[in-house]
Structure formats: structure tokens, C-alpha cells
């Protein structure tokens, strides 16, 4: 049996003079000090001092002289304990970095695929048939030329000007109008120009479309000479549908959204659990008030929250970053409504969430998560387009995703109140469906 294991408390409180008396008069070799732990000294000592026994802890710290740091381990035992018996908080400060690192490498660099964009084709003809069939069947690549899928999602439309409706409220990123005379002109050694209308609100999806149609152009256009003794050629002319709008603009409905569910998860969850912990809600109880009116209270002081701050982050982007909605006062009016609908929602999902902890600091680590998927999914920072399947189908079910497509809509592209319709059908079901899950959550865990 060894030394360490036997050494009384009382003992080890002097450690460091035993440590020397023991050195200098049984071993005065210096390099012989390890062999204090002869099993005869062990049984003298423990004869002694045999009612107390260390703890692992602190028989490593005596062994190796670091006695002087006992009470630093102590308290770092102690939270080590407490953080092994919270696995929430392991998995949010795992599964959060993780998250991060699995949306933003799919999404970032991933290729812009399944755009939709409308072709209106005036001109029936081999080459222009040619030209239809090889945008259908173009390839987009991620970086490193892997992942390849069909760029476009190409959607027939007889006018010019139903497919300008359909680009203003966001049902196409682009058009292709393929003229009337386009296979004459090039069968006869002259050339014709294709134009390309983009939805330029969404840059990058625009670039991607642009790209892709100028190369495919290019390719018609080299198997026209080929086949060919005549020098016709197309030509393709790109137009932004709307003004320049820098990414800056792209990213700010996101940027909105998200300071909704801060404030949800700040103002609105974080204080509800704290007055859970100070007995605030069980004072409720014994007052005339009714549960679902309790819930009402929390719902509307958190969205009347959300609306101060909303007001101050649009101020701010208008005046310091150089966003620029369109200066209509009633869509102006639409904007705000649509994220004061987004935040009663948000917040009555995070309601129904908190309710269900008793720790803040718990409740607080375990919606990291929770901001980084409605984020990232929702297209704030990248195209949808651009994400793989599952982020796809996440958003779907992500109601900020369609609080940024009505806001886009609404900020920039000046679309009809009617193209709204299923993003704000969405976020009233959403709303509502959440508005009930909080009553429910808040009567089950009271």
C-alpha cells in the first residue's frame, strides 16, 4: 500500500517540514526523496493517523507540492462537478460551435442552384430551342468544382410583362427574353442580343445567373460558328431590375430579424426565468388574475420590447450603414407591423420555452443553438438557393425566412400587398399556433 494513500490531513498540514525532516535524516541523498513511500514508513504514519483519508484531488496536489494551491482546486473541482451534471449546457456549448460550423461551411461557397427564372421565348426556332436546352441542362459547381447541380429551374412565360410581375413579387430571380427573330438573325450571318433581367436585390444570386447564362451563351454561340461558315453570333445584355443595392442592403431584413429573437431571448425569456427564481410567478397565483392572462402580459410587455428595439436597429441602419428602403410611408408602416407579427410569434415560442427551466444561466446557453439555426436558415446572410437540402428544408418550417422574404419584398422591390399573402399566412399560423403552446406550457409548469 502506498504512502499517499494513508496520509492523515493532520499530517499533510505540515507536509512540507515532514517532506525535509524525512529527506535530510532517513535519505540524505536529495534524488532519494521518492523513497519516502517505503511500505514501513506507510504503516508507521498510518498507525498514527489512521482515522482521516485524502481525496484523489488532494493527493496529487501533496505529491507533487502543490499543497498551496489546494483551495484553487477545490473551487474548480466544484465547478467541474456542477458542469458534468448540467448536460444542456454540454451539449449547447458543443452542438453550438458545431451548428456554426456545419451551416456556414454548407452554406458559404455552396453552389447557387435551382433558380428559378423565367424564360419568355418569342422565337421558335433550332437555335433558340438549342439555346432553352442547354440552359436546362447547365451545371453549377461549389468550389473545388464538386456538388454539381442544375443551375436553373427555368419557368415558361408568355410576356414579357407577366414575367416582370412574377419578378416583382419574388416568385423568379430573373428573366430571359429571347427575342422575336432570334434563330432568323443568326441563320442569316448577323447577330442578336439576348437579354437578361435580374432580380439584383439578391446579388449574389444574381451574379450566379448572370455567370451562368453568359457562359451557356458563349457555348451556343461557338457551336453556331462551328457548324456554320457564317460569323452571327448572340450577344447578352444584363439589366438590374432595380437599383444597385449593396450586400449591406441584402443582409439587413436578416439583421432585423435578429434582433427580434435577442430580444426574445433577452428580454422576454431571461426575465420571465428570473422572476421564476424569485417567486414572482407564484405570486401571480394567488392574485385574481387568470394563466392565459399572465401570458398575455409576458407576450405583449416582450413584443412592445421588440418593436423599441426594431425601431432604434432601422433607425440605425438607415442613418450609419446607408440602408435605403423605398420611401413609401405605408410600406414603411408594413415593415415595422411585419416584424412586431415576427416578434410576438418568436417570442411566444421562447416563452413556451423558458417556462420549463428553472436557471437562467441554463436557459440562456441552451438558445444559442436555437439563434444560429433560425438565422442561418432563414437566408439572411447567403441565397437559400445556395444551401444543400436540409438547410432547405429547414427553412421551410422557419419563420424568419418568410419575415426576411416579405421584408425584401416590402424594403426594395416595391411588389403588391398581394405578394405578401403566404408569408404573412405563415406567420399568423406560426403566431397563433406558438401564442397557444405558451398558455399550455406556462399551466403545466406552474
Same mark, same amino acid.
Given at each position: 500500500?502506498?504512502?499517499?494513500?494513508?496520509?492523515?490531513?493532520?499530517?499533510?498540514?505540515?507536509?512540507?517540514?515532514?517532506?525535509?525532516?524525512?529527506?535530510?535524516?532517513?535519505?540524505?541523498?536529495?534524488?532519494?526523496?521518492?523513497?519516502?513511500?517505503?511500505?514501513?514508513?506507510?504503516?508507521?504514519?498510518?498507525?498514527?493517523?489512521?482515522?482521516?483519508?485524502?481525496?484523489?484531488?488532494?493527493?496529487?496536489?501533496?505529491?507533487?507540492? /502543490?499543497?498551496?494551491?489546494?483551495?484553487?482546486?477545490?473551487?474548480?473541482?466544484?465547478?467541474?462537478?456542477?458542469?458534468?451534471? @448540467?448536460?444542456?449546457?454540454?451539449?449547447?456549448?458543443?452542438?453550438?460551435?458545431?451548428?456554426?460550423?456545419?451551416?456556414?461551411?454548407?452554406?458559404?461557397?455552396?453552389?447557387?442552384?435551382?433558380?428559378? #427564372?423565367?424564360?419568355?421565348?418569342?422565337?421558335?426556332?433550332?437555335?433558340?430551342?438549342?439555346?432553352?436546352?442547354?440552359?436546362?441542362?447547365?451545371?453549377?459547381?461549389?468550389?473545388?468544382?464538386?456538388?454539381?447541380?442544375?443551375?436553373?429551374?427555368?419557368?415558361?412565360?408568355?410576356?414579357?410583362?407577366?414575367?416582370?410581375?412574377?419578378?416583382?413579387?419574388?416568385?423568379?430571380?430573373?428573366?430571359?427574353?429571347?427575342?422575336?427573330?432570334?434563330?432568323?438573325?443568326?441563320?442569316?450571318?448577323?447577330?442578336?442580343?439576348?437579354?437578361?433581367?435580374?432580380?439584383?436585390?439578391?446579388? /449574389?444570386?444574381?451574379?450566379?445567373?448572370?455567370?451562368?447564362?453568359?457562359?451557356?451563351?458563349?457555348?451556343?454561340?461557338?457551336?453556331?460558328?462551328?457548324?456554320?461558315?457564317?460569323?452571327?453570333?448572340?450577344?447578352?445584355?444584363?439589366?438590374?431590375?432595380?437599383?444597385?443595392?449593396?450586400?449591406? @442592403?441584402?443582409?439587413?431584413?436578416?439583421?432585423?430579424?435578429?434582433?427580434?429573437?435577442?430580444?426574445?431571448?433577452?428580454?422576454?425569456?431571461?426575465?420571465?426565468?428570473?422572476?421564476?427564481?424569485?417567486?414572482?410567478?407564484?405570486?401571480?397565483?394567488?392574485?385574481?388574475?387568470?394563466?392565459?392572462?399572465?401570458?398575455?402580459?409576458?407576450?405583449?410587455?416582450?413584443?412592445?420590447?421588440?418593436?423599441?428595439?426594431?425601431?432604434?436597429?432601422?433607425?440605425?441602419?438607415?442613418?450609419? =450603414?446607408?440602408?435605403?428602403?423605398?420611401?413609401?410611408?405605408?410600406? #414603411?408602416?408594413?415593415?415595422?407591423?411585419?416584424?412586431?407579427?415576427?416578434?410576438?410569434?418568436?417570442?411566444?415560442?421562447?416563452?413556451?420555452?423558458?417556462?420549463?427551466?428553472?436557471?437562467?444561466?441554463?436557459?440562456?446557453?441552451?438558445?444559442?443553438?436555437?439563434?444560429?439555426?433560425?438565422?442561418?436558415?432563414?437566408?439572411?446572410?447567403?441565397?437559400?438557393?445556395?444551401?444543400?437540402?436540409?438547410?432547405?428544408?429547414?427553412?421551410?418550417?422557419?419563420?424568419?425566412a418568410y419575415a426576411v422574404h416579405a421584408l425584401r419584398l416590402l424594403m426594395y422591390k416595391g411588389s403588391r400587398l398581394s405578394s405578401l399573402a403566404g408569408d404573412f399566412t405563415f406567420l399568423a399560423i406560426f403566431t397563433g399556433l406558438m401564442m397557444i403552446l405558451a398558455v399550455?406550457?406556462?399551466?403545466? =409548469?406552474?
Amino acid at each position: 500500500m502506498r504512502l499517499y494513500t494513508l496520509l492523515p490531513r493532520q499530517l499533510l498540514n505540515r507536509t512540507k517540514s515532514l517532506r525535509k525532516t524525512l529527506a535530510c535524516g532517513l535519505f540524505p541523498c536529495r534524488c532519494l526523496r521518492p523513497l519516502v513511500t517505503l511500505s514501513g514508513v506507510a504503516n508507521v504514519l498510518s498507525s498514527k493517523y489512521s482515522s482521516n483519508s485524502l481525496r484523489p484531488t488532494e493527493i496529487f496536489l501533496y505529491s507533487s507540492g /502543490l499543497d498551496w494551491m489546494k483551495g484553487a482546486f477545490t473551487v474548480c473541482e466544484r465547478d467541474i462537478r456542477r458542469y458534468l451534471k @448540467e448536460p444542456r449546457i454540454m451539449l449547447a456549448t458543443i452542438g453550438g460551435p458545431f451548428l456554426t460550423l456545419m451551416m456556414l461551411g454548407s452554406a458559404y461557397g455552396g453552389a447557387i442552384t435551382h433558380v428559378p #427564372v423565367a424564360v419568355v421565348r418569342e422565337s421558335y426556332g433550332p437555335y433558340s430551342g438549342r439555346l432553352v436546352d442547354m440552359l436546362r441542362h447547365q451545371q453549377n459547381c461549389a468550389y473545388g468544382g464538386v456538388n454539381c447541380q442544375t443551375s436553373f429551374r427555368l419557368i415558361d412565360v408568355p410576356s414579357v410583362d407577366a414575367a416582370q410581375d412574377m419578378l416583382r413579387e419574388g416568385r423568379v430571380k430573373g428573366i430571359i427574353h429571347i427575342p422575336q427573330g432570334f434563330d432568323r438573325s443568326l441563320g442569316l450571318d448577323s447577330n442578336v442580343t439576348i437579354t437578361v433581367t435580374l432580380d439584383n436585390t439578391d446579388p /449574389l444570386s444574381a451574379a450566379s445567373i448572370g455567370t451562368e447564362v453568359s457562359q451557356t451563351n458563349q457555348q451556343l454561340s461557338s457551336k453556331v460558328q462551328i457548324s456554320s461558315p457564317l460569323n452571327s453570333r448572340s450577344n447578352v445584355d444584363l439589366e438590374d431590375a432595380y437599383r444597385n443595392v449593396l450586400y449591406i @442592403e441584402f443582409m439587413a431584413p436578416g439583421t432585423l430579424c435578429q434582433s427580434v429573437m435577442f430580444v426574445s431571448i433577452i428580454a422576454g425569456g431571461v426575465q420571465l426565468v428570473h422572476d421564476k427564481e424569485r417567486g414572482i410567478i407564484e405570486g401571480y397565483l394567488v392574485t385574481p388574475l387568470k394563466q392565459y392572462e399572465m401570458v398575455g402580459g409576458v407576450l405583449l410587455s416582450g413584443t412592445i420590447k421588440a418593436l423599441i428595439s426594431i425601431l432604434a436597429l432601422f433607425t440605425l441602419a438607415i442613418v450609419v =450603414a446607408g440602408i435605403h428602403p423605398i420611401p413609401d410611408p405605408l410600406r #414603411v408602416i408594413l415593415t415595422i407591423f411585419t416584424l412586431s407579427f415576427t416578434a410576438l410569434g418568436i417570442i411566444a415560442m421562447m416563452t413556451a420555452y423558458a417556462v420549463r427551466f428553472s436557471s437562467s444561466d441554463l436557459y440562456r446557453v441552451s438558445c444559442f443553438p436555437f439563434n444560429l439555426i433560425l438565422y442561418y436558415t432563414s437566408g439572411a446572410v447567403y441565397p437559400l438557393d445556395g444551401f444543400p437540402w436540409w438547410m432547405r428544408q429547414i427553412s421551410v418550417i422557419n419563420p424568419e425566412a418568410y419575415a426576411v422574404h416579405a421584408l425584401r419584398l416590402l424594403m426594395y422591390k416595391g411588389s403588391r400587398l398581394s405578394s405578401l399573402a403566404g408569408d404573412f399566412t405563415f406567420l399568423a399560423i406560426f403566431t397563433g399556433l406558438m401564442m397557444i403552446l405558451a398558455v399550455i406550457s406556462f399551466r403545466r =409548469a406552474l
